[in-house]
């Protein structure tokens, strides 16, 4: 999957294939009245690929860019893996129309096999953040962790702060004007909510941090949501649309559902249905906490169009305030 193929590069030889799957995308879009999407370079997805799909759907797509083919072309040791060549990367794809932030995660060598100290891993990270501040735009900073068949790739192993998301504060303190995204706000697969803890203790303290919550279930949210030091500013909805994650539904225990990567299940085939889920947990939760229409509008929109200043046709129904 790492070195896939996409598909107008493709031949007989090549093991994984990546598609343009945005048709299937457009389809859940319409579905769930979602106008606007951030596409992810993962799973084999390509920066090239995106730049295609957003500029076939004017107005429907921006994207977070990533050091793809520099990652590519070490993995097949075409040539060795330098934070140069990926920040040069990343500042090429910053400064096409359409690309907005960084990510997913911050990456590293992907032939390192070896854990690194955090003083040196901390020198890498600040190269993505420089570039990040010289295009204005938010880091995504990986955070949660899958078991199942997907808990053996060893990233959690190799860099510390895969394993620690409170790193991130000591980076927060040296780029103050870089925003910052966790992925999946903590909880990207599984039960346990140790991240979440620990990416809302750097939200807590830094105003431009934000979380994911799309896989949250709804007890979940209230971490966040009910923190006086997290404002409803710092939430965003954000899932992992096309992931091989299943709902795993246990009634009357705690949690009563979540996401996982399941062995005994073997990998789904069909189209997971992220969006339903998660919007289901989140308006469970407005019902339950009568969460205002403006807080929930904040969170389904208008905090990303804010935070990635995205041009929309009309942003009056999220709320702002003139102070007198």
Request: glycine share 8%; aromatic share 10%.
């Amino acid at each position: 999957m790492k070195t896939a193929t996409p598909a107008d590069e493709a031949n007989d030889d090549d093991d994984v294939i990546v598609f343009d799957n945005s048709e299937r995308l457009l389809e859940d879009m319409d579905t769930y009245n979602v106008d606007m999407c951030i596409l992810l370079s993962a799973f084999g997805m390509t920066n090239e690929i995106n730049h295609q799909i957003i500029k076939h759907n004017p107005g429907k797509f921006v994207a977070a860019a990533a050091p793809v083919q520099t990652k590519k072309r070490a993995l097949r040791g075409e040539e060795a893996w330098t934070w140069e060549a990926a920040c040069e990367e990343l500042d090429e794809w910053l400064s096409k129309d359409g690309f907005v932030m960084t990510g997913e995660g911050i990456r590293g060598d992907p032939t390192r096999k070896e854990p690194i100290e955090w003083s040196q891993r901390k020198d890498h990270i600040r190269q993505v953040f420089d570039v990040a501040a010289d295009h204005n735009v938010p880091v995504r900073w990986h955070t949660g962790y899958v078991s199942g068949y997907g808990g053996s790739h060893g990233l959690f192993d190799i860099f510390p702060d895969w394993r620690n998301p409170t790193l991130a504060s000591q980076i927060k303190a040296e780029y103050p004007g870089v925003p910052l995204v966790f992925d999946h706000g903590g909880m990207q697969g599984g039960w346990r909510e140790k991240y979440v803890d620990d990416v809302c203790q750097v939200a807590a303290t830094h105003d431009n941090v934000y979380l994911e919550i799309g896989l949250y279930w709804k007890e979940l949210m209230k971490k966040p949501l009910k923190d006086p030091n997290i404002s409803i500013d710092q939430i965003l909805w954000g899932t992992d649309w096309g992931a091989s994650m299943v709902q795993h539904s246990q009634p009357q225990e705690s949690p009563p559902t979540y996401w996982e990567q399941i062995k005994n299940r073997g990998l789904p085939a069909h189209q997971v249905d992220y969006w339903g889920a998660s919007l289901r947990q989140l308006l469970k939760y407005s019902l339950e906490e009568d969460l205002t229409q403006d807080d929930l509008n904040l969170i389904l929109g208008g905090n990303a169009v804010r935070l990635l200043d995205l041009e929309i046709p009309q942003d009056r129904i999220f709320s702002e305030y003139i102070p007198l």
